[in-house]
């Protein structure tokens, strides 16, 4: 049941009954009060926990900021960069975010606090000070009329007058404040209505302002996340692969021999003991050693660290450079030590006697420096890139094409080890015998075939693993990229260039049914990288490079129809081998990522597919906007096929479809276009300009 009404009339009976109405309304206030103070209070309190959020999120930024990811390897793929530089994405995004709760932050005051304080001291305070000077003139008037009443009636008539008179200005007093406070009150209880609920729609408002620039942001960073997904995606499968071979290269470690010879620049290379004489006898030091076989350079350093009431007063020194004339085997009766031989060099005069770490690890030293053990030749390979291995290989892709092309997993699963290598045995043995299809499977002959390629690029000095590929997939420049490895390709042995034509041709193919089998470019390339380019030291730096070989593969099987049906561009010049260093870092010019300053709208409805280093950059406005603004040339074009999208950044298209805004994107063999106002990447060679 709502509030009474008050009557103006009713001021002057006064009745218990007015009273009663009036102490209803004065109750409600009194609430009222209270409550805008609690609201006050809890304001307050949420301001501030907005503001400690605020101070916690912009901490947590600017960790993501300060830390930098450092990969393994001297370069590092587009994903590698682009995962590297996700963290001070995703650290501006959160800083645009907190911009806006800033804003909330001051504004919350001047919205929702200072406005109902003002209402509370303002209005509700009036009506306190009215009823202080209503209860005042209550008292005083029915004071003064009790007096009244209380005159004889036997006095002067003027003197009765004159009362009269009085009594009639205090009478009036008293209706003006009872009128006043009554009118005031009602008033008040009118008020709050809006006074009252407006800051808090005001603060409200602010808050879903918030909440929609969050809205507005997620929907611009969309495409961001799809592409960052993608990359995480990719590095994944190269991290599987990579753990896959770097896992067998440590048990084949593990079961090898434990004295085995590093890969590594030095000829031989580890821990010696060095035999230093001294006047009480003599003492065995221990030093880290190198040897370069062709400059006959020894190096010693000594790592032992020992007090110096050990030291003997022998300060340790830097690293001791010799030149070696020549090495010879100590004889175990010459010495109370085992594993010890005898060197001379130039800059010393007499022998140095070492001692190694054991019988197999002496034999090693001694064969690097040309000492009396005998050095064991490395068993040669047989080539197998010949006539027989063409028809192999012909064979199987005609079986997997014919039969097994849309096999889940085709390359990726492989066959039972036994039945491969009796498959190799088969058709490389002294009677080579033609692959009989009722006889093998498909993952059978697969596997053989990544068997016979892998067998060829083990081969000593195979093209197959020219370190200059791995220079041009650690480049920048996509178009180049293709350039340079139609260019190397062309250096290639004959025979080499035409087994990578049969089999790329292939893989194409492979790849076109990549619903069915699901076997992508992407996919083939972690398959066949390693296979095709492996290095001929298996360590751990070499697995890194994996990803790399992956891109050039890639690259031959995207753009097989270029680099193996054209003729190279003579001009492209090819990088030097060493070329890749960690100073030399793309890191600073990350693809599909923003520098400097951050604009309010990052991302655009499109994919972000913009150089770092292009003097161009996304506006804050809408889509058209950055179409019409951005400086790539942009076209218009009409596919000659269809195409369906593998991915939710490519768009799916019938033939004939007309394209807009068709400009190049940084993925090698796609454009960037707008379909059916949708904005994606599109394969090259399926459009026309128009």
């Not at 089998?517 to 490079?545: D, H, K, W």
């Not at 603004?629 to 033939?655: G, I, M, V």
Request: proline share 4%; hydrophobic share 35%.
């Amino acid at each position: 049941m709502g509030l009474p009404t008050l009557e103006f009339s009713d001021s002057f009976l006064d009745s218990p009954e007015f009273r009663e109405r009036l102490q209803c309304h004065e109750i409600e206030l009194e609430r009222t009060n209270r409550f805008i103070k609690d609201l006050i209070k809890d304001g307050n309190m949420l301001i501030s926990a907005l503001k400690s959020l605020s101070l916690a999120v912009q901490r947590f930024s600017q960790s993501l900021q300060e830390f930098q990811f450092e990969c393994i390897g001297d370069t590092e793929t587009d994903d590698e960069i682009n995962i590297a530089q996700s963290l001070k994405e995703f650290s501006q995004l959160l800083s645009t975010m907190e911009e806006e709760r800033r804003r909330l932050i001051q504004n919350a005051d001047d919205v929702l606090i200072s406005p109902l304080e003002r209402f509370r001291k303002e209005q509700i305070g009036a009506v306190k000070e009215g009823k202080k000077q209503f209860d005042k003139e209550t008292e005083k008037y029915y004071s003064v009329l009790e007096k009244h009443l209380s005159l004889s009636s036997r006095k002067k008539e003027s003197h009765l007058q004159e009362a009269d008179s009085q009594m009639g200005k205090d009478r009036q007093v008293f209706y003006d404040a009872s009128l006043q406070y009554v009118f005031k009150i009602q008033e008040v209880q009118e008020r709050k209505k809006f006074e009252f609920v407006e800051p808090l729609l005001a603060f409200l408002q602010g808050l879903f302002t918030f909440y929609h620039e969050g809205y507005e942001l997620a929907n611009e960073f969309q495409p961001y996340k799809q592409q960052l997904q993608f990359n995480l995606q990719n590095t994944r499968n190269n991290f599987e692969s990579t753990r896959a071979e770097v896992e067998r290269l440590m048990k084949r470690i593990r079961s090898s021999e434990a004295d085995m010879k590093a890969p590594g620049c030095f000829t031989m290379e580890g821990f010696l003991y060095l035999q230093e004489k001294r006047a009480l006898g003599s003492v065995w030091t221990r030093y880290y050693c190198t040897y370069e076989k062709g400059s006959k350079l020894f190096t010693m350093s000594n790592t032992e660290t020992r007090p110096a009431s050990r030291q003997n007063g022998v300060v340790s020194q830097g690293a001791e450079m010799l030149h070696l004339r020549s090495c010879v085997r100590r004889k175990r009766e010459s010495i109370d030590k085992r594993f010890c031989f005898d060197i001379e060099v130039v800059e010393r005069h007499g022998v140095t006697t070492l001692q190694a770490l054991s019988e197999s690890n002496r034999r090693l030293w001694l064969e690097a420096m040309d000492g009396k053990e005998p050095v064991w030749p490395l068993c040669p390979f047989i080539t197998f890139l010949n006539e027989t291995g063409f028809t192999f290989v012909k064979r199987c892709i005609e079986l997997v094409e014919m039969r097994g092309i849309d096999m889940l997993g085709l390359y990726r699963t492989g066959g039972v080890n036994s039945k491969v290598q009796r498959l190799m045995t088969t058709v490389f043995g002294k009677e080579p015998c033609d692959l009989d299809p009722d006889l093998w499977d498909n993952k059978t002959i697969t596997s053989g075939l990544k068997n016979y390629i892998r067998r060829i690029r083990c081969l000593s000095g195979s093209v197959f693993v020219e370190a200059w590929f791995l220079c041009v997939s650690e480049s920048d420049d996509q178009g180049y990229r293709i350039r340079a490895v139609h260019a190397l390709v062309y250096k290639l042995p004959e025979k080499n260039r035409e087994m990578l034509d049969l089999l790329t041709d292939h893989l194409l193919k492979v790849s076109t049914h990549s619903v069915q089998n699901l076997m992508t470019v992407s996919n083939l390339g972690m398959i066949f990288g390693p296979t095709l380019m492996r290095s001929q030291e298996e360590t751990v730096a070499a697995m890194m490079n994996i990803k790399f070989q992956n891109i050039v593969v890639e690259i031959m099987i995207e753009n097989r129809d270029k680099i193996f049906g054209e003729v190279p561009d003579p001009s492209v010049l090819l990088p030097p081998a060493s070329s890749s260093s960690r100073g030399n870092s793309r890191r600073s010019r990350a693809i599909c990522m923003s520098s400097g300053k951050r604009r309010p709208r990052l991302y655009p409805p499109a994919l972000c597919l913009a150089d770092n280093d292009s003097t161009s950059h996304w506006p804050a406005a809408t889509v058209t906007h950055t179409a019409n603004q951005h400086q790539t040339p942009q076209q218009d074009a009409k596919a000659l096929y269809s195409c369906e999208a593998e991915h939710s950044h490519e768009l799916s298209f019938p033939q004939g479809a007309h394209f807009s805004n068709v400009c190049p994107s940084v993925e090698p063999g796609w454009l960037q276009a707008t379909y059916n106002s949708r904005t994606g990447l599109i394969p090259d060679n399926y459009i026309t300009y128009t």
